[in-house]
């Protein structure tokens, strides 16, 4: 299974750009890489998901390299609401895979 | 967008009661779900693995007898915690996917159970 490895906290201000890098020196090439963000007392909540390049939804943007082994979750713009832990998962369930959750980065939006 | 229910969403009761957990997919069909188990500022710990009508799949550590599995239609999987005590005090949240697709499909995860036992 592949391990992941975050900051694990990063504080930023309203209106700023959060970019937070996700390691997995040890993707294999089914896997995919997804980014869930979790407020507490919640289930995770699903943001955006990739296999290579760039993808972009209407809430975030994920960069991933040529080689896959980091990814990095782009939200733009941030406000107090995103204030919440963000934990990005390697696997692929298709595959009769399973996803294992790293420690996570826990964001702090202030104003 | 893809809705997994999950109910109760809080348990208060006496150690050596046993308690069940839905977990439901609202609107696709859930080949596989799984159980988390999640103890305050930590991360979520896969409990276990259940495929429909199969005998779930359990994590290194976690007791099968405790933590009863059962996965009997596309749409529900249920967790019972047997005779709980409270160091089975957890916040437990499920997750489905659709999986055995061609692209892979995301989990989407319940809204958790907040058990305590006293």
């Known amino acids: 299974l592949a391990k992941t490895t975050q900051p694990i906290s990063m504080d930023s201000y309203e209106g700023q750009e959060v970019n937070i890098t996700c390691s997995h020196n040890?993707?294999?090439?089914?896997?995919?890489i997804t980014w869930y963000q979790q407020f507490p007392s919640q289930g995770p909540r699903f943001i955006i998901q990739?296999?290579?390049t760039k993808v972009t939804n209407e809430v975030a943007s994920l960069f991933i390299p040529a080689d896959r082994k980091s990814s990095t979750l782009s939200l733009p713009r941030v406000s107090l609401s995103d204030t919440a832990v963000y934990y990005c998962l390697v696997g692929a369930i298709n595959q009769g895979g399973k996803l294992i959750f790293g420690q996570g980065t826990e964001l702090s939006v202030k104003p | 967008g893809a809705v997994v229910s999950q109910h109760p969403s809080r348990v208060i009761c006496k150690s050596g009661t046993s308690v069940k957990i839905e977990c439901r997919s609202l609107?696709?069909?859930?080949?596989?779900m799984f159980w988390y188990r999640q103890f305050p500022k930590k991360s979520l710990m896969l409990m276990a693995t259940?495929?429909?009508?199969?005998?779930?799949?359990?994590e290194q550590g976690v007791e099968k007898d405790k933590f009863l599995i059962n996965h009997a239609s596309l749409t529900l999987s249920t967790l019972t915690v047997t005779s709980a005590h409270p160091e089975d005090s957890s916040f437990y949240i499920c997750?489905?996917?659709?999986?055995?697709?061609?692209?892979?499909?995301?989990?989407?995860f319940g809204d958790g159970t907040r058990l305590s036992i006293l």
């Open positions: 609107d696709f069909q859930a080949t596989t």
């Open positions: 997750s489905a996917a659709q999986g055995l697709a061609i692209s892979n499909q995301p989990q989407h």
């Open positions: 990739g296999y290579k």
């Open positions: 040890n993707i294999a090439t089914n896997d995919y």
């Open positions: 259940s495929n429909e009508g199969s005998k779930a799949t359990y």
